[in-house]
């Protein structure tokens, strides 16, 4: 570092143009540690964008896979009962048939 004797002959104009490298110098290193630190964070967030994607598909499918199901199962509980209703319709019961005569 400078001496003490160095600093009392430093000037006020040597002065100002030491505060103005000292600023460039660190504004430049400052912002060169930021775009780097930037450059990584977008790096990892664009992988961890890549795989949520992934997951997310995967998820999708998966959702809708259940819904259709679940769907399906539902339609299928109303035809087989719906049909189970129609047979018992035609069947021998003894109030079907009672219904039956009374409106010949």
């Not at 199962?73 to 319709?89: D, G, N, Q």
Request: with cysteine.
């Amino acid at each position: 570092m400078w001496s003490s004797k160095t600093w009392q002959k430093i000037s006020i104009s040597d002065w100002s143009n030491l505060t103005l490298h000292l600023e460039e110098s660190l504004t430049s290193a400052l912002g060169h540690y930021l775009d780097n630190w930037r450059r990584n964070v977008t790096a990892a967030a664009n992988a961890l964008d890549k795989t949520l994607a992934e997951e997310n598909v995967r998820d999708v499918i998966w959702y809708l896979a259940v819904m259709i199901g679940m769907f399906a199962f539902i339609i299928v509980a109303i035809l087989v009962s719906t049909v189970k209703s129609k047979r018992r319709e035609h069947s021998d019961d003894p109030y079907h048939q009672y219904i039956k005569e009374d409106c010949e």
